[in-house]
């Protein structure tokens, strides 16, 4: 992935994964810009920022096939399904989607 991808059409805003305000941006000690939220202090670079959004994508994602996986084992008297369909983990920074 490009690190400067201005013009990518399907990006989705950067949302705190505490209060889900869009990500702002503000100059860090040692100059460098970080982003984050104000309200939160939840702060980090972008780098970091882009991972744990990437995290929480891939997250949802299995989230989403575990409950299509559950739909169908429900129809079913033979299949049962046992997996993960909420999330129990908690993500700084997350997505609004599509997952
Ligand atoms: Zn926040």
Redesign the pocket.
């Known amino acids: 992935m490009s690190d400067d991808d201005q013009d990518n059409t399907t990006s989705h805003p950067i949302l705190?994964?505490?209060?889900?305000?869009p990500v702002g941006s503000k100059e860090g000690a040692d100059g460098e810009t970080l982003y984050?939220?104000?309200?939160?202090d939840?702060w980090d670079t972008k780098d970091e920022v882009i991972r744990i959004a990437g995290e929480y994508v891939t997250d949802q994602a299995q989230l989403d096939l575990n409950r299509s996986m559950s739909d169908i084992a429900k129809g079913s008297s033979v299949m049962s399904f046992s997996g993960q369909t909420e999330s129990t983990k908690e993500f700084r920074f997350v997505t609004d989607g599509p997952f």
């Not at 705190?16 to 305000?21: D, N």
């Open positions: 705190c994964g505490l209060c889900k305000a984050g939220c104000a309200d939160c939840n």
